[in-house]
């Protein structure tokens, strides 16, 4: 039984600038970029989002918003601030493509409806699938918009869940160089509009 490609790369192909054209070996972001944006022989998989950028100051910290009450350092949650929906901090909303799939301990979406024996927890996480130069971070929020039939999002726009990113993974290869993120989101966090 033979192999259909080298098991490792040729010397020609060490170095980064020829590792991708003359090398044997396969280009994880190319392949990331087809199946999650589309390419010559592939339909996108991934779907339009946003991620909520929250603003720092020049000391790197978050920026408050007016809203919050000074003595408690809350933001106020009976009247939905205008400027940060809750958030108590000013925040920037970027557009992104992401994939993502439901993970879980027992099976993930398969098990979500079984029943569980009494003092049984269930700790699910959606996982995001993001381009190796997405700027996310544990502060930021990815939200995602509902969507039409053809997977465009409907206008106006209409924020279905909010998900707070609980840990960011770089997947790297060969080398170091980052392939791809994997952003995990426990699901029963999420906030639901």
């Known amino acids: 039984m033979g192999f259909k490609r080298k098991l490792y790369p040729t010397a020609r192909g060490l170095d980064a600038s020829s590792r ?4 044997n070996e396969i280009d994880l972001r190319t392949e990331f970029d087809d199946l999650i944006l589309g390419g010559a022989t592939s339909i996108p998989h991934g779907r339009k989002a946003l991620i909520r950028k929250m603003r720092r100051d020049s000391d790197n910290n978050l920026t408050a918003c007016s809203c919050v009450d000074s003595s408690t350092g809350e933001p106020d949650t009976e009247a939905e ?3 940060c929906l809750g958030e108590g901090f000013y925040w920037d909303e970027v557009w992104t493509v992401v994939y993502s799939t439901y993970v879980g301990a027992d099976g993930g ?4 409806v079984r029943t569980l ?3 049984s927890l269930r700790v699910d996480y959606k996982v995001f699938y993001m381009k190796y130069d ?3 971070s544990y502060q ?3 939200v995602e918009l509902r969507l039409d039939s053809e997977g465009d999002p409907v206008v106006p726009y209409n924020r279905e869940a909010i998900y707070k990113p609980q840990t960011i993974v770089e997947y ?3 080398r170091g160089r980052v392939e791809y993120l994997a952003v995990y989101c426990r699901e029963q966090d999420a906030i639901r509009r």
């Open 109 to 112: 979406m398969a098990n979500r």
């Open 20 to 23: 991708t054209s003359h090398s």
């Open 134 to 136: 997405t700027d996310v």
């Open 117 to 119: 024996t009494p003092g």
């Open 140 to 142: 930021d929020k990815i």
């Open 81 to 83: 601030c205008s400027f």
């Open 172 to 174: 790297r290869s060969d």
